[in-house]
């Protein structure tokens, strides 16, 4: 009697363990048709017993796993007695699930299987969050593009199936031209909304396969595969070149920027992934110095010898963007007043790893390239940024730019300084002056006079910087309209022990007068540099002896106790 009921208890609690389990179950023979399942069974799927009894749970089955998953899973199940595993299967209104599901075999007191039992619970939320997460691990959420990790992987992918069919890659690196000022000009949801319609007409002009990936702002690397010889990629290129420059209308507005490509073919670049991107970025940068709008094949034979250049120069563009740069002030004053007259904005390099860089180790670098125009339009912008920051805090003083010859050729120049003015009505429009630097680069001197008079109708004066250094410091003397000559500090420094160059000061002294230019000495480090330059009449000053060059939250106090030199 007391063995039955113990044996009757000990079903009652399984029985009742089957019925309420949070995980579904199904019980099948050893033919696997269906013989039992429980509550949660149709919770899950949507099929009540009745429905599924005597049947094989095959029909549950989507098409997610293939027949090897199956044979897998029955092998485990004959020879060890068990598995486990993740599947997808269907519910009755035929919406997909996925489940974790443990399957074990019932055998009898010989060893002879009875029974198969599975217990499963869903974990589709699981999976979708977990697809969720991976998504955003490999996708640029503004364009739902892959992202540099994703590309990555693609790009092996691609090249070692490149080795195996014998086929070519190309990876093109794009980078788009003038994107920067529509985000100035227009804010950057517009310029957003730009990214996300280039970025499908680009990938519209992508072959199928093909992958684009958007790897930072104005940014894209697309990878061509499966190319059979290396001029397969040049159509691709043009439609790219040409969906990057169609106008994209906005409203009442027309948006146009262009684009340009580097591209490197591999295996002809026999480099990996990561190099293979970076060959095709500084073919990008050669595109770019070739005028913009159009594409760059990376020179494999030429490498060597611009590679440290290029990389340099990729280096600081990076760093412009990464907002590495810093700007100092070096007050300017009246020797013989002593009154404070302003200061000139001097660049640093904020280098991560390096420490403060001065101008000497990445400006000659830029010389003559675009991106001498960039990193002077930052500075630009900076120094209104700068000029609004003090003015908050009561202080005040006209700042001194340098700019170089490129850049005041550069189109749109004065309009530029004029947006800037408009937008901070807060500034007088005389508290920016420009200091003119390498003019005897300059090509086209009727041009570059006309936009130095421009400037001065909008309140902005010039200097010529290092005057005396070029050597055709007079013509250009002649012919721009500059209000003010900057000596050059080597004759300032050296003038107390030097007398050509002290011929020189007083001979630019001298050329000042004559054409009614003010002039300012640079590099005065000494009260005797001071003396001497006061008994020949010049009376601005600038250099270490006054006060060398500071950041800018310094100035307001080192103005305040300046006294004399
Ligand atoms: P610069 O415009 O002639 O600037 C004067 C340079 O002389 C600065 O060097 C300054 O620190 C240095 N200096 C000032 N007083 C003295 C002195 O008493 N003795 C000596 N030995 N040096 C003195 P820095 O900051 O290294 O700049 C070098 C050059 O780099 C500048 O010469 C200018 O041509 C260029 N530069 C600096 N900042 C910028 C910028 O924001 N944009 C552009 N395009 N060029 C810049
Ligand atoms: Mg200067
Ligand atoms: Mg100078």
Not at 351 to 379: R, T
Not at 524 to 531: L, Q, R, Y
């Amino acid at each position: 009697m007391t063995q039955r009921k113990a044996d009757q208890k000990r079903l009652q609690l399984a029985a009742s363990v089957f019925t309420h389990a949070r995980e579904g179950i199904i019980i099948t023979d050893v033919q696997g048709n269906i013989v039992d399942v429980n509550e949660t069974f149709t919770r899950i799927t949507g099929y009540s017993s009745q429905e599924v009894l005597g049947r094989n749970p095959r029909f549950l089955r989507s098409d997610r796993q293939g027949p090897d998953f199956y044979k897998a899973m029955w092998q485990s199940l004959t020879s060890k007695g068990h598995w486990y595993g993740e599947l997808w299967n269907h519910t009755k209104d035929g919406s997909l699930y996925a489940e974790m599901l443990t399957i074990g075999t019932v055998y009898d007191d010989d060893g002879q299987a009875l029974n198969y039992v599975g217990l499963f619970s869903d974990i589709t939320l699981q999976k979708e969050h977990q697809q969720e997460l991976e998504h955003i691990a490999h996708y640029d959420p503004l364009t739902n593009l892959p992202n540099r990790v994703l590309l990555s992987d693609r790009l092996r992918q691609a090249m070692a199936q490149c080795q195996r069919s014998d086929s070519l890659l190309a990876v093109v690196f794009l980078d788009l031209d003038g994107f920067k000022s529509i985000n100035d000009r227009h804010g950057h949801d517009v310029g957003d909304l730009l990214l996300i319609s280039l970025a499908q007409r680009l990938k519209n002009a992508l072959r199928e396969g093909d992958t684009l990936a958007r790897i930072g702002g104005d940014e894209f690397i697309a990878v061509l595969a499966g190319l059979e010889n290396s001029n397969n990629y040049v159509p691709v290129l043009e439609r790219m070149l040409q969906a990057a420059a169609e106008p994209v209308p906005f409203g009442k507005i027309m948006l146009q920027v262009s684009a340009s490509l580097g591209v490197t073919i591999f295996p002809q670049d026999a480099a990996d992934a990561e190099q293979l991107m970076r060959h095709a970025d500084q073919a990008m940068y050669q595109a770019k110095q070739a005028g913009k709008n159009c594409y760059h094949i990376f020179d494999i034979k030429n490498d060597i010898t611009i590679n440290t250049h290029t990389e340099q120069l990729i280096g600081i563009i990076r760093a412009l963007h990464n907002n590495e740069f810093v700007l100092y002030y070096q007050p300017k004053v009246n020797i013989r007043t002593n009154e404070i007259i302003g200061s000139e904005a001097l660049i640093r390099w904020q280098h991560p790893e390096k420490g403060l860089l001065e101008p000497s180790h990445f400006l000659p670098i830029l010389e003559g390239k675009s991106a001498a125009a960039e990193l002077d339009e930052w500075v630009i912008d900076k120094v209104f940024e700068q000029l609004v920051e003090w003015k908050t805090h009561g202080f005040s003083t006209p700042v001194s730019i340098n700019i170089s010859a490129v850049s005041l050729q550069n189109h749109g120049f004065v309009q530029r300084l004029y947006d800037r003015q408009i937008k901070y009505p807060q500034l007088s429009s005389n508290i920016i002056e420009l200091e003119i630097l390498e003019t005897s680069t300059l090509e086209d001197i009727t041009t570059a006079a006309s936009i130095i008079t421009a400037c001065k109708n909008i309140g902005i004066k010039f200097a010529l910087d290092d005057f005396g250094t070029g050597y055709s410091s007079l013509t250009y003397l002649r012919r721009l309209p500059a209000d003010q000559l900057k000596i050059d500090q080597s004759f300032i420094r050296d003038m107390l022990d030097d007398p050509d160059d002290l011929a020189i000061v007083k001979g630019i002294m001298g050329l000042a007068e004559a054409f009614k230019r003010t002039v300012i000495a640079e590099g005065v480090e000494s009260t005797a540099h001071g003396e001497l330059l006061l008994d020949m009449g010049c009376e601005l000053a600038q250099g270490y002896g006054i006060a060398h060059p500071m950041p800018p939250e310094m100035l307001p106090n080192w103005s305040a106790q300046w006294t004399k030199l």
